[in-house]
């Protein structure tokens, strides 16, 4: 396998709050560089074009660079953290209904009933979800997605895809996507008003893209560091994550006691100096499974 370090894919701008390009919960100690290579090589990925992928990756990683990073930083720069943490939290909350629906096809039930509570408490006292009452009561944010869903359901990933601007996926995730925006409330409710109202779902697909890109600026430099092939650590990681979330496992991160330790991240904002990629995909699968439903 080629080394090459180049920096991490864009983050999807889905239609649908697909948030699937860098979600980790990052930590653990770091390891010899050779020993990390030889582990991420270890793991069986079905990468059949990877020429093809990997030239595509860097494309992403120009477009990272010169857009979103700065972007993100900008971000960061302008707005206050308990801010960003509000439009996250309402963000989180306005995909909570299609949580809903996920964790229902999947037969998770305690989960589906987490979700309408959330969405209940968080649109109601928590101010139209600017407020994560109920992460910080004990009823943390759980991602899934139809992605998610068809794998329950026994259907097959297929192959790794990068996907231009978007970043990594697989057949059953792009199709989960398509499904999922058509099929996404909020996108319906303004399907058929004045065309004045059509930015609205792009303009939130960009500020989730950015509010998530902001939260792992520093954490993503430090993997790309520690990186001896920047693009089969970031394909082992979404894989390892979206592996986990087929088999119900989620991290069990306590109610968050301020807006700093914002539960319904998709991984938290850990800082991992040092980590290196074997050590962040171990990290990864030992907070992933320390809840399952």
Not at 143 to 159: A, N, Q, R, S, Y
Request: overall charge negative.
């Amino acid at each position: 396998m080629r080394d090459r370090s180049t920096r991490l894919p864009p983050l999807r701008l889905v239609l649908a709050q697909s948030l699937v390009i860098i979600p980790l919960i990052l930590s653990g100690c770091a390891t010899h560089p050779q020993s990390q290579q030889a582990a991420v090589a270890e793991e069986d990925f079905h990468d059949p074009i990877e020429d093809v992928n990997r030239k595509i990756f860097d494309f992403n990683q120009v477009v990272d660079r010169h857009v979103l990073v700065p972007a993100a930083k900008a971000y960061r720069a302008g707005l206050s953290e308990p801010i960003r943490d509000s439009i996250h939290d309402f963000l989180n909350n306005l995909s909570e209904p299609l949580i809903f629906a996920n964790d229902t096809l999947q037969g998770r039930l305690g989960y589906a009933k987490d979700s309408v509570i959330r969405f209940v408490l968080n649109s109601t006292l928590g101010m139209a979800g600017l407020v994560d009452l109920a992460g910080r009561w004990g009823i943390p944010y759980r991602e899934t997605d139809l992605g998610i869903t068809f794998g329950v359901w026994g259907i097959p990933e297929g192959p790794y895809l990068v996907i231009p601007v978007l970043g990594p996926s697989d057949p059953r995730d792009i199709a989960g996507t398509g499904i999922q925006a058509f099929g996404d409330p909020w996108n319906r409710l303004v399907s058929g008003e004045p065309w004045t109202l059509y930015w609205i779902p792009y303009a939130r697909s960009a500020i989730a893209g950015i509010d998530q890109r902001a939260r792992y600026l520093d954490t993503l430099a430090d993997i790309e560091r520690t990186s001896l092939d920047y693009y089969a650590t970031i394909r082992s990681l979404y894989r390892q994550r979206r592996a986990a979330l087929v088999r119900g496992e989620r991290r069990n991160l306590p109610p968050p006691a301020s807006f700093t330790e914002n539960s319904g991240a998709p991984a938290s904002a850990v800082s991992v100096s040092g980590t290196s990629p074997a050590g962040v995909v171990s990290a990864l699968r030992d907070n992933s499974e320390v809840s399952a439903q």
